[in-house]
C-alpha cells in the first residue's frame, strides 16, 4: 500500500455504491466504522444529487472491536429492511471492517429476510472502485436475472436491445444514455433495460427478453455481458460509440444484430465536427502534440478520435485502470509510443513533462498537472470533480457528443493560440492591453490614467533544489515570446543546461545557447 495526495479510484465499495446509488429499490448494507461514511459527499456534493445514496452503514466505534460487531451488523441491516423496504440488497464491508472478518453474507443470510440478499466479496487491498462496480454489477445480474425461457420469443416484434454500464458518478453517463437511446430510437430499436442506471431489481429480471446487449462502459458492464451472452445466448455490441468514425461503426454493428437499415440514420451530416475539423481554421490543429490518460473506455476512444478526426498527433496514452492494460498498450503500439499504465498521479506528471504535449486529455487530475504545467487541457474521464456534472446537455457518445468533444478540445488550444499572440504583441507600439489598440498608448479622454503594467509571470514549472539557477530579466522577457504550449519544456531544458554548467543566472544568451544544445 502507498499513501498518496491523490487517487484515480476508491475502493472497491465505492464502486458496489455506485451501482446501489444508480439503482432503485436496490439497498447496501455496508459493515464499516464511524467515520467511513464521508462517500455520500461524492454522491450529494459531486454529482449534484439531490437525495443520499441507499446506503446504511454499521458505523462501529473503536469501543464496539472489544464487544461482538457481528451483530451490530445484523441489527444495522435488519432495521434498513424494516425502514427501506427494498426489492433487493446488498451486502458488504469496507475496506477497514474487512479485516474484522466479520462474514456480512454469512450474517444477513441467518436474518431470514424475505427478499434476495447478495453477499458482495470485494477485497479492498487488491481491488479497486471500477473492479467493485463490474463485479457488483455481475453478482447482481447472475442473480436476479433468472433462468432461460423455453418460451420463443412473438413473430414480428420490434427488435430490443439492453443499454448495460452507466451508473452514478459516472462521468456525462447521464447524458450519453440519453443520447444513445435517442440513436437507437432512430433505428426502430426498443431499449428493454436499461443498468444499472435506474434499472430495478425486478427490471433486472427482464434482461433476458432483448435481442442482444449495449456495452457503453466495459469497465463496468463488460463481466455482466459476457454472462447474458452465455446464459441467454445474447450477442453484444461493445464498440463505445465516441467520436464519429465510432459511432458510425455502432450504427452498423447494432443495426446488423436487428435486421435493419443504419442507412436513414447515417445520411445526410449528423455531426458538425467533420465540416470543422477539416475547415481553415482547423489547420492550425494538425499535428498538434497530444497526450492522454484516464479509464481505458474514454482513452483509448479519445486517442483514436486525436488522430483519426482531428489530426494530432498521439504523443502520451495511458491508464490507471490496469484490467484493461493490454487494450490501451494495444492502442500505444498503433501510434508508435509506449503505454503508461499506473495509478500514480506523479508518474504521469513525469511522463507529461517528458513528451512535452500541446494539449492534455485526462482526468480532473491531469487537468490539475496541465494548470501547473501551463498547458490546455480538457477532461474526457473519471475521476472528475462537480464542474464536470454540467446542468447542460453535454455528451461524450454518439454524433452531438463528437460535437462537443470538438467544442471541448479545440477551445483551449484556441485560446491559447489568442493568448499567446497577445503576449507575443504586448509591447507592440500599435497595441496595448490597456486601452483599444487603435488608440496606441494613449487612454480614452476623460478616462484616468493607467496604473503602471504589473509583469506578467510566466506560466511554467521551475525544477526545484538548491541549485535552482535565477533568470535574469531580459531573458524572462525573451522567455514568454516561445509559444505557450512549449515555453515549460523551454525553461525546464534551459534550466538543466545550466545547471548542468554550474551557471548561477540564466541570460538571454543562455536560453539560446540551452536551445541549440537540445536542438542537436
Given amino acids: 500500500m502507498q499513501l498518496t495526495l491523490w487517487t484515480y479510484e476508491g475502493p472497491p465499495h465505492i464502486g458496489a455504491m455506485r451501482i446501489a446509488t444508480a439503482m432503485e429499490g436496490l439497498h447496501y448494507v455496508l459493515h464499516a466504522p464511524q467515520g467511513d461514511t464521508y462517500a455520500d459527499l461524492l454522491f450529494t456534493m459531486i454529482e449534484r444529487r439531490d437525495a443520499r445514496p441507499p446506503v446504511t452503514y454499521t458505523t462501529f466505534q473503536a469501543r464496539d472491536l472489544g464487544s461482538d460487531t457481528a451483530e451490530?451488523?445484523?441489527d444495522a441491516a435488519a432495521a434498513a429492511y424494516e425502514r427501506f423496504r427494498p426489492q433487493a440488497m446488498i451486502v458488504g464491508a469496507s475496506c477497514t471492517a474487512e479485516l474484522i472478518q466479520d462474514d456480512p453474507g454469512g450474517l444477513a443470510k441467518a436474518l431470514n429476510l424475505p427478499i434476495p440478499v447478495i453477499a458482495l466479496e470485494l477485497p479492498a487491498y487488491q481491488k479497486k472502485e471500477n473492479w467493485g462496480a463490474s463485479e457488483t454489477f455481475y453478482r447482481l445480474v447472475r442473480g436476479l436475472s433468472g433462468s432461460p425461457s423455453l418460451e420463443p420469443k412473438p413473430e414480428g416484434r420490434r427488435p430490443s436491445c439492453n443499454i448495460l454500464g452507466p451508473t452514478a458518478l459516472g462521468f456525462r453517463h447521464r447524458?450519453?444514455?440519453a443520447e444513445i437511446t435517442g440513436l437507437l430510437g432512430r433505428l426502430g430499436i426498443a431499449v428493454n433495460v436499461v443498468a444499472p442506471?435506474?434499472?430495478?431489481?425486478?427490471?433486472?429480471?427482464?434482461?433476458?427478453?432483448?435481442?442482444?446487449?449495449?456495452v457503453l462502459?466495459?469497465?463496468v458492464a463488460r463481466a455482466a455481458a459476457q454472462y447474458l451472452q452465455k446464459t441467454f445466448g445474447q450477442p453484444m455490441v461493445e464498440t463505445v460509440p465516441i467520436g464519429v468514425g465510432a459511432t458510425i461503426r455502432f450504427v452498423e454493428e447494432v443495426a446488423a444484430l436487428a435486421g435493419i437499415d443504419p442507412a436513414p440514420v447515417l445520411a445526410g451530416a449528423p455531426s458538425r465536427a467533420p465540416w470543422y475539423s477539416r475547415s481553415v481554421d482547423s489547420t492550425y490543429l494538425t499535428g498538434k502534440r497530444v497526450f492522454i490518460f484516464g479509464d481505458a473506455t474514454h482513452a483509448i476512444a479519445a486517442a483514436r478520435v486525436?488522430?483519426?478526426e482531428?489530426?494530432?498527433r498521439v504523443v502520451g496514452l495511458g491508464t490507471y485502470g490496469r484490467e484493461f492494460a493490454r487494450e490501451v498498450r494495444a492502442e500505444a503500439a498503433l501510434h508508435g509510443i509506449e503505454a503508461l499504465i499506473s495509478d500514480d498521479y506523479l508518474d504521469v506528471e513525469a511522463a507529461i513533462q517528458a513528451a512535452g504535449p500541446e494539449l492534455v486529455l485526462g482526468t480532473q487530475m491531469e487537468r490539475h498537472i496541465a494548470k501547473r504545467l501551463g498547458l490546455p487541457c480538457a477532461v474526457i474521464s473519471a475521476p472528475v470533480h462537480v464542474q464536470d456534472f454540467p446542468a447542460r446537455y453535454s455528451p461524450q457518445m454518439g454524433f452531438e457528443g463528437a460535437n462537443v468533444l470538438f467544442d471541448t478540445w479545440?477551445?483551449?488550444l484556441m485560446m491559447g493560440l489568442e493568448e499567446h499572440l497577445l503576449g507575443m504583441f504586448r509591447e507592440d507600439p500599435e497595441f496595448n492591453d490597456r486601452a483599444p489598440s487603435h488608440l496606441g498608448g494613449k487612454a480614452p479622454a476623460g478616462a484616468p490614467a493607467p496604473a503602471p503594467p504589473v509583469p506578467e509571470p510566466v506560466t511554467s514549472v521551475t525544477l526545484a533544489g538548491p541549485t535552482a539557477p535565477t533568470w535574469a530579466v531580459e531573458a524572462e522577457k525573451e522567455l514568454r515570446k516561445i509559444p505557450f504550449f512549449v515555453r515549460g519544456k523551454a525553461r525546464t531544458n534551459t534550466e538543466t543546461f545550466a545547471r548542468e554548467r554550474a551557471l548561477p543566472l540564466i541570460t538571454v544568451e543562455t536560453l539560446y545557447d540551452a536551445k541549440a544544445h537540445f536542438g542537436r
Fill in 310 to 312: 482531428l489530426g494530432f
Fill in 410 to 412: 479545440v477551445h483551449p
Fill in 175 to 177: 447524458d450519453d444514455l
Fill in 197 to 214: 442506471m435506474g434499472a430495478s431489481p425486478a427490471g433486472l429480471g427482464r434482461l433476458k427478453d432483448a435481442d442482444f446487449n449495449v
Fill in 217 to 219: 462502459y466495459p469497465e
Fill in 306 to 308: 486525436a488522430k483519426a
Fill in 72 to 74: 451490530i451488523f445484523k
